[in-house]
């Protein structure tokens, strides 16, 4: 029998924060806590509290799978710098996990989910968001496959797409932070919005995707590790819309 | 002891690895100024995703150049305030990672008491107590240093010497970071051209302000382009001078900077004096001690009052990692390490 890989996982991506890891029976052991505020920054101490409670050594570690968003700013940057650090150190992998594939993940664990087809959507702002429309499919590297390729949307970009006009079957995966008007839109083309609101991403569905996509190969070395940014620096953005009014006065 | 320091604070992303506090086996900084160039400034977003691309290669690099493995460190150490919130905790985030994978202490370093470190880098200890005055992009302060304590005689109350720097560059039209250029441009220059105001903040204080000068900067800026309004774009006034007239001014303005400093350097070292704790040595740090101006006028205010001087070399003023591995080894060396829930922090504990 194969020596078991020890995954350490790391969730950060969202409102709350969690790392997991199997013990030496394969069992899942995780553990959840606030974000970091300005008094206190939690990641280390949890991942050295979980290797405690998972009687594993660090040097026992094969890889360090991280949720790579999109997602808060602020977590992803803690998360993917502390695991390019670990790695680093311990000359191991990393795997980059989807932070959307995390969320079909944890709904269809949790049973919020019952079909094969999960949307999920991410990042909202301004009238967009991140949607990530995925289904079941064991072949898939991640247990996920990409109904469409995921990106950002507005609804009027939805209205006039084909590829949105039938939603049937869908279960769309959005917390209360997301879009409305969206939310709504796919809502009447089928998508049936898990009830609620949405279980947050957590760490253990991390861990799950990314022992699979290690298992398939698709690990990185710590500095190929980088954030799913959905979009440009916002400050790009104005000095573009800036610039291009002043070359319009120009003219 | 070998410590790795991390230093991200703003948008240098840097490494170095120093023996015993002083040694620096290595030191590497990837710069981003190109990146910010076209924005004239540091955009924060950007700095951090740079920050997150380099950190490793950045740390690897290091290593290399020191000849040693991540395996053979003693203690890892990471500015950890102040600076961009975005930027500093990608440092701080892998340094934690890093120590904690290794196994070794942490140390979080605050980046204004680093500065003075780096004058004691490759050098020896300096005679106690030392007039310590850091001047940067993001600080000007004068300090009583005695070797293990630190306390802040002065600060700036509005700009730092350095931020009054890059904007008046950018008024002439020098692209960021500004305060090199302005130097450069100074060069020639008639530093008696125009006549600034250097705020001394009344007898006995030695705090600073930058922001008066900033202002009337503009305004001598905007009357040798002949523009009537003080509202117009002093930019667009300022790229367009006869180069003489843009040194005349960056002298001008270097000369009142430099004055202003020394002026309150020279009133700390009397001050001191009088209570009968006289200051037996200078020891500068910040980006603004790579300005030859500053560093000619400070090093002979040293030589007039009798104190040993400790200037780092330009490449250690500018923000670097060896300057935090050296403050992290004056605490490692007393058994002192930090807990790694320690947060990164946007201001300094002498702001």
């Known amino acids: 029998m194969s020596p078991l890989r020890r995954v350490l996982a790391i969730e950060l991506s969202g409102r709350v924060g969690s790392v997991a890891l199997r013990d030496e029976h394969g069992a899942v052991v995780e553990r959840s806590f606030s974000p970091g505020d300005r008094t206190r920054e939690p990641l280390l101490p949890e991942i050295d509290a979980l ?12 890889a360090v799978a991280v949720s790579v968003g999109p997602g808060g700013f602020t977590g992803l940057r803690i998360s993917i710098a502390a695991a390019k650090g670990i790695a680093a150190a311990l000359g191991i992998a990393t795997v980059p996990v989807p932070t959307a594939i995390a969320c079909a993940e944890s709904a269809r664990s949790s049973a919020a989910v019952a079909g094969d087809r999960v949307l999920v959507v991410l990042a909202s702002k301004r009238g967009t968001a991140w949607l990530h429309r995925v289904r079941l499919d064991s072949g898939a590297p991640s247990g996920w496959r990409d109904v469409a390729p995921p990106g950002i949307w507005s609804r009027q970009q939805l209205e006039s797409d084909r590829g949105w006009q039938d939603l049937a079957g869908d279960a769309v995966f959005a917390d209360a932070h997301q879009d409305r008007d969206i939310i709504d839109w796919l809502e009447s083309k089928g998508g049936a919005v898990v009830a609620g609101g949405s279980p947050p991403p957590t760490a253990t569905a991390t861990l799950v995707v990314g022992e699979r996509l290690l298992a398939a190969g698709s690990s990185l070395p710590p500095e190929e590790l980088l954030p799913l940014y959905p979009r440009e620096p916002e400050a790009v953005t104005l000095w573009r819309g800036r610039t291009a009014t002043t070359a319009e006065r120009g003219s | 002891m070998l410590i790795l320091g991390i230093e991200s604070s703003c948008d240098e992303t840097a490494a170095a690895m ?13 710069s981003q100024h190109e990146l910010h160039r076209t924005y004239r400034g540091v955009v924060p977003e950007i700095a951090s995703r740079a920050h997150l691309e380099r950190i490793l290669p950045v740390i690897h690099e290091a290593a290399r150049e020191a000849g040693c493995e991540l395996r053979d460190l003693d203690a890892v150490a990471a500015g950890i305030r102040p600076g961009l919130i975005g930027s500093l905790l990608v440092g701080t985030s892998a340094a934690k990672g890093l120590a904690w994978a290794l196994d070794r202490p942490f140390l979080g370093v605050d980046h204004v ?9 490759e050098s020896t200890p300096p005679p106690w107590p030392a007039l310590g005055l850091v001047v940067s992009g993001g600080h000007t302060s004068l300090f009583h240093w005695s ?6 005689l002065g600060r700036t109350i509005d700009d730092a010497a350095g931020e009054a720097f890059d ?6 039209g020098i692209p960021h970071p500004g305060g090199p250029g302005l130097e450069r441009m100074a060069h020639g220059g008639d530093a008696a051209a125009v006549r600034l105001p250097r705020a001394m903040l009344g007898r006995e204080s030695l705090d600073f302000s930058f922001s008066g000068l900033k202002t009337a900067f503009r305004l001598a800026v905007l009357a040798a382009g002949d523009a009537g309004d003080p509202a117009a774009d002093v930019v667009a006034v300022g790229s367009t001078l006869a180069n003489s007239t843009k040194s005349d001014l960056a002298a001008s ?12 350097c020279v009133r700390a070292l009397e001050l001191a004096e009088q209570a009968g704790n006289p200051f037996r040595s200078l020891v500068l740090g910040g980006g603004v001690v790579a300005n030859t101006s500053l560093r000619q006028a400070m090093l002979a205010l040293a030589d007039e009052a009798d104190l040993e001087a400790r200037l780092p070399p330009p490449r250690w003023c500018l923000d670097n990692a060896a300057m935090i ?20 922090e946007p201001l300094s504990a002498w702001s």
Do not use: C
């Open chain 2, 167 to 172: 904007k008046a560059a950018a008024m002439l």
């Open chain 2, 147 to 152: 070797g293990g304590r630190l306390r802040r």
């Open chain 2, 325 to 344: 591995a050296a403050a992290a080894h004056a605490r490692a060396v007393d058994g002192d390490q930090d807990d790694l829930a320690i947060p990164a």
């Open chain 2, 113 to 121: 008491e680093a500065h003075l470190f780096a004058g004691l880098l």
């Open chain 2, 253 to 264: 303005f270097e000369r009142t900077v430099v004055e202003t400093i020394v002026a309150k």
């Open chain 2, 18 to 30: 120093v023996e015993d506090g002083v040694r620096v086996r290595s030191s590497v900084v990837a």
């Open chain 1, 51 to 62: 290797l405690r409670a998972a009687s594993t050594q660090r040097d026992g570690l094969s």
